[in-house]
Each structure stands twice: as structure tokens, then as C-alpha cells.
């Protein structure tokens, strides 16, 4: 088990992704609530659970497995919608990526910084490219994404 410790942010002004190879993703949630969020996804072509747990505002818990393609789909039966977007990985001291939403939620395009430990996160300061921090605000984390309604999705990329 790793735990992971993210600030997000919106993408003010998009950096150079030429030569970055996106992994595309397709998610989709079993559980979510109550501090723990169980999902899988579709990564490319490899098929992925897993399970986090909140351990504060900034960290959580994560748990991760591979599936086959047969367990991904038996699950998909009894998961949310979909989630589906694009990472592209564009540095990895300290770990950032770009996330490109499509579908019900095309428009989002969010920068995601990881860190070792809070006291890295809570000094770090945003690239020039970043705009406003989003961590926290249901617009940071798939599983929240899917509780927005349009009108609300909408207000929070003005």
C-alpha cells in the first residue's frame, strides 16, 4: 500500500505536451463515500483496481491490483458511468501531469502535483502555467465529479 499525497489545479495556459505520450483512461467507481473510494479503470490497454482511503485533506491511502479484462468488465456492470480522460506525465520531480476531460465533462483540463510528503505539497509553488489551486473542491477528484450537475460542472470552470 502507497499513500499518495496530490494538490490539483486548473490549467491556465496550456505547457508543450509534443512528445508526450497520453495514457487514456476510462473509469468507472464501485464505492465512494465515507472517506474510501474502490474504482477501476482502463488504462491504455491494462485493466487496474483500486482502493483509497483518506488519511487527511492532502493524503490517502492506495491499494492497487491488476484485473483481466473479463473481471474489468464483470465490474464495469456495477460501477457509475464512465470517467474518461487523458494523463499526459510531463515531469516527475515532483511528479506532475496534465489530466484532459471528455465526454459529460469536456472542458476540464487539470494539473496534478504529487509529492513525497504534506510539507513538500504545502511549500510547493504552482508552475506560471498553473492557475487556481482546486484541491479539495469536488471539481479535484473523479469520484466527485460525477455528483455535479452541468449547471454546477459549468461554474466551476468560469
Excluded: C
Amino acid at each position: 500500500m502507497k499513500n499518495e499525497i496530490e494538490r490539483k489545479f486548473f490549467v491556465q495556459e496550456m505547457p508543450d505536451l509534443s512528445g508526450i505520450k497520453p495514457l487514456h483512461y476510462e473509469r468507472y467507481f464501485l464505492k465512494r463515500g465515507d472517506g474510501v473510494e474502490e474504482r477501476i479503470s482502463k488504462v491504455n490497454d491494462k485493466y487496474v483496481y483500486e482502493r483509497k482511503v483518506e488519511v487527511s485533506a492532502l493524503e490517502r491511502s492506495r491499494e492497487k491490483k491488476k484485473l483481466g479484462e473479463q473481471e474489468f468488465n464483470q465490474l464495469k456492470e456495477k460501477a457509475s458511468e464512465a470517467v474518461i480522460r487523458e494523463r499526459y506525465n510531463i515531469s516527475s520531480n515532483p511528479d506532475i501531469a496534465i489530466q484532459i476531460y471528455h465526454g459529460r465533462f469536456e472542458g476540464l483540463v487539470r494539473a496534478e502535483v504529487e509529492f513525497e510528503t504534506e510539507e513538500e505539497a504545502k511549500s510547493f509553488i504552482p508552475l506560471p502555467w498553473m492557475g487556481k489551486e482546486m484541491t479539495g473542491l469536488p471539481i479535484a477528484r473523479d469520484s466527485k465529479l460525477l455528483d455535479l450537475k452541468a449547471r454546477e460542472f459549468q461554474e466551476y470552470l468560469k
